[in-house]
């Protein structure tokens, strides 16, 4: 079992920055792949990024790749999502996801194991 727990979601203005947090806790973490996805009202959930929790490999969706950056700190058992240059067209429920598979988007969104509760962000224009 992996529990997830988002935070940091916010509003901010188009070209900001706003960092979200995804506290993670469960038994053998190091063989998890921890992802980030969104949805936008209306929309189907969505792929962001993906980092392993042993590793240093990161995918991302071509519509936020050279603006969000992922990353994790093993200490304090976090997955973190770094939003800068955000556009309006990124406003969304952000989720925290898990699995020990390495799915990206060759599997739907709801085969991934474990699920945060999302956080929201804004971006107004």
């Known amino acids: 079992q992996v529990q997830l727990v988002e935070s940091g979601g916010g509003l901010v203005q188009a070209g900001g920055s706003l960092r979200l947090s995804c506290a993670a806790s469960?038994?053998?973490?190091?063989?998890?792949?921890m992802s980030w996805f969104r949805q936008a009202p209306g929309k189907d959930r969505e792929f962001v990024a993906t980092?392993?929790?042993?590793?240093?490999?990161?995918w991302y969706a071509a519509s936020v790749k050279g603006r969000f950056t992922i990353s994790r700190d093993n200490a304090k058992n976090t997955v973190d999502l770094e939003m800068d240059s955000l556009k309006p067209e990124d406003t969304a429920v952000y989720y925290c996801?898990?699995?020990?598979?390495?799915?990206?988007?060759?599997?739907?969104?709801?085969?991934?194991?474990?699920w945060g509760q999302g956080t929201q962000v804004t971006v107004s224009s």
């Open positions: 980092i392993p929790w042993s590793g240093t490999r990161t």
């Open positions: 996801a898990s699995d020990d598979r390495l799915l990206l988007t060759t599997r739907p969104w709801y085969q991934y194991a474990y």
């Open positions: 469960g038994r053998t973490l190091s063989r998890y792949y």
